[in-house]
């Protein structure tokens, strides 16, 4: 089974802080995201990557930062973290084409409090 | 622009009855996948089930099964004798084009009652 594993289930941080979330899967897949979930809004994705230290953004990037320096791990960075970000944060990774194509594997998420 | 729209933001049902979510889509794309995915209470985001557009047949999976009308661009998930366990957010998406996103609609709050 694919295993996706996000460092922290819950997580409290003050405005203005630089707030590191990691994300590491374990079956050697090439793609992963970075989502956020609000209630009524479902899932929007604020980037994704394809490959090491390559990035995609998504629809909501502003106020984020990624990096993905090996192929297990994609970390999301709150550069100066505000009130506005505080949700639950998703990762997904998934296969490359045909295996699976497209099917996305989630973690069990990180719910982000910014006082 | 590529949607996908599910229209019930909330569905109840009795357990072992059946229900019927609906999940509409639109896509210029002749090849795609569709997907089903569940969120439990403060749980972790699963697949439930998948169809590829190329592919007449609807998907199954024991209780679960899609009826996918891809003139209509329609995806619904029949959850057959619900159980208490059902009760969750589910998540309609889409595939897109070729760069892996899928696309997503904003979800079915499903509710059991015993």
């Known amino acids: 089974d694919v295993k996706v594993t996000q460092s922290s289930r819950y997580l409290v941080k003050r405005t203005g802080e630089k707030v590191f979330l990691e994300c590491v899967q374990d079956?050697?897949?090439?793609?992963m995201f970075w989502y956020r979930q609000d209630p009524g809004l479902g899932l929007r994705l604020i980037y994704f990557?394809?490959?090491?230290?390559?990035?995609e953004k998504g629809d909501i990037p502003e106020g984020y930062s990624v990096s993905r320096e090996k192929k297990e791990r994609f970390s999301l960075i709150l550069e100066s973290a505000s009130t506005n970000q505080t949700s639950m944060y998703l990762c997904a990774s998934s296969p490359p084409d045909g295996i699976n194509t497209d099917t996305q594997y989630f973690g069990p998420g990180t719910r982000l409090t910014v006082l | 622009a590529q949607t996908v729209t599910q229209s019930q933001p909330e569905m109840s049902v009795q357990e072992a009855e059946t229900v019927t979510l609906s999940c509409t889509y639109d896509?210029?794309?002749?090849?795609?996948?569709l997907f089903w995915y569940k969120q439990p209470p403060s749980r972790q985001m699963i697949l439930v089930i998948r169809q590829e557009a190329y592919k007449q047949q609807n998907a199954t999976e024991n209780r679960f099964s899609v009826n996918f009308q891809k003139a209509a661009k329609s995806f619904s998930l029949k959850i057959s004798d619900s159980q208490l366990g059902d009760a969750a957010m589910y998540f309609c998406a889409s595939s897109m084009d070729s760069n892996y996103q899928l696309i997503w609609g904003a979800g079915t709050k499903l509710i059991i009652k015993p």
């Open positions: 990557s394809y490959d090491v230290k390559m990035k």
């Open positions: 079956m050697d897949h090439e793609n």
């Open positions: 896509t210029s794309e002749s090849d795609y996948y």
